[in-house]
């Protein structure tokens, strides 16, 4: 899904917001995680994830054209680490009720 197709089915699912402003809503959203981010500060959501910055220290790499080693510098990049409950979701194992997640019953 692309951020064309969220805003397109937020609206839909909300018929009571204009479009624009769903569009500014998940914009700020994304804006502020990207803002978060960009300080070092760490962004979770219940339920969801976390999104986090790790550092990848620089190193010697390898021109795959030429086999020339070039170095590469230290680097920050993006990471996000799933939540349980989407994890669980993704594996089709909500748990029961109970907290009991075995089909034995």
Not at 13 to 32: G, K, Q, W
Not at 58 to 74: D, F, Q
């Amino acid at each position: 899904m692309i951020k064309s197709e969220l805003i397109q089915r937020l609206t839909e699912e909300n018929p009571h917001l204009y479009h624009r402003d769903v569009e500014r809503i998940v914009s700020s959203l994304f804006e502020e995680i990207a803002t978060a981010l960009s300080n070092g500060d760490r962004v979770e959501l219940r339920g969801f994830g976390a999104f986090s910055v790790k550092k990848r220290e620089a190193r010697m790499g390898r021109n795959p054209r030429t086999g020339e080693s070039v170095p590469v510098p230290e680097k920050h990049v993006p990471f996000f680490k799933t939540g349980k409950e989407l994890r669980l979701r993704l594996n089709d194992k909500l748990p029961d009720d109970d907290g009991d997640d075995d089909d034995d019953d």
